[in-house]
């Protein structure tokens, strides 16, 4: 099985020579066509997801139960996403810096694709368009391995995917679905650098670490989301509350969904016992700290918070709070207990605002606004192959020109060095 693997791989390797030199028309042509599919084929990839759902376990949470979930809500979406892509500027090829030197030397800086990179997703099978689209129209080919709940929905797609590249006539394939979920295998591919450009984990605290761990080939890390929102003691207090919701309640199963609020402490006896009459119906709990506890104490489902409530991103219905005493509390407990990757200030003061939005140490910084909104396709990348929490490359949603790198181009009339 290893063999018959290495052997896609070096195909799918040969095929990134092609891929990098394809038209940006050529790859708006086959995206639009994906698209089109994805439409027409909706039912058939529905019953493979009803499918999959089912050999779920009753025990599965109901997050992970979401993020594996297919509608025709989900699907609309991704068309539009793959339509959004193919409207987007060609990231290959496009010059960032260009200057002559005084030897006379035509100096550039272009943007040139990363080559191959290895997918490792769980449970979203949504994910495989998403990062195929951007690793496709930025000039790559990409290896994707999902998780093997997903597997019945992904075949479907991949045949799909499959279908597209031949109508349309294409020489190579620039992917290749990972349909055998033996976990082995993904040991032996994180061993194969000189196959694989760039291994990017999109799951859990434990994949992540593994691919950390075992990868020889550069990583584009994807980290949890412990996000935070601070609500200031100039915050509208009704801003805050749909804000707070929203981030916690709209889908929090997601890396972006909130997981802490820190309160003001001069608001929070006003403030509290609107949010939890607020998110009655969403049926929160709420794990808090001593300070809040004695507001909230009579309150449904309310306990108090452990110290590793803090660092626990439960994508659930849970929500943690503390009260603070004031702005520098709560960054001293972002610093603290954040993961890098998006947190949020709720006031009406643009000084404190800014102050937050450059001391906080994240991917996203926002204020007044949901932290839900760290997604490609909500920023208008068309998507993104996850949101990228480390400090080299790239950072924040990783879309088109994240999964470029610059190389430089130079024209010479003769030049020697002396």
Known sequence: MLESLLRSLRTLRSAARGQRKMSAQDKNKILLALAQILETKQEEILAANVLDLKNLSSTTLPSFRDRLLLDRARITNMADSLRQVAKLPDPVNEVIENKTLNNGLEVKRVRSPLGVIFMIFESRPNVILEAFSLAFKSGNVILLRGGSESKL???????????????????????????????????????????????????????????????????????????????????????????????????????????????????????????????????????????????????????????????????????????????????AHIEKHGSRHSESIITRSEKKARRFQDDVDAAVVYWNASTRFTDGYQLGLGGELGISTQKLHVRGPVGLKELTTPRWIIDGTGQIRE
Request: hydrophobic share 40%.
């Open 153 to 331: 929905t992904a075949e479907v797609i991949y045949k799909m995917m499959r279908e597209v590249f031949r109508a349309e006539g294409c020489e190579f394939t620039p992917f290749y679905g990972l349909e055998n979920y033996d976990r082995s295998l993904v040991d032996d591919l994180l061993k194969q650098k000189d196959l694989i450009d760039v291994v990017v984990p999109r799951g859990g605290d434990r994949l992540i670490q593994y691919v950390q761990e075992n990868a020889l080939m550069p990583i584009i890390k994807n980290d949890r989301g412990m996000c935070h929102v601070y609500i200031d003691d100039e915050a509208d207090m009704q801003m805050a509350l749909q804000i707070v919701r929203n981030a916690k309640v709209q889908r929090p199963g997601v890396c972006n969904s909130l997981e802490t609020i820190l309160v003001h402490r001069d608001i929070a006896e006003k403030f509290l016992p609107l949010m939890h009459q607020a998110t009655l119906g969403d049926e929160l709990s709420w794990h808090v700290d001593e300070a809040s506890l004695a507001i909230l104490k009579n309150k449904q489902k309310v306990t108090s918070a452990q110290e590793k409530d803090w660092d626990t991103e439960y994508l659930d219905l849970i929500l943690n709070c503390k009260i603070v005493s004031d702005i520098d509390e709560a960054l």
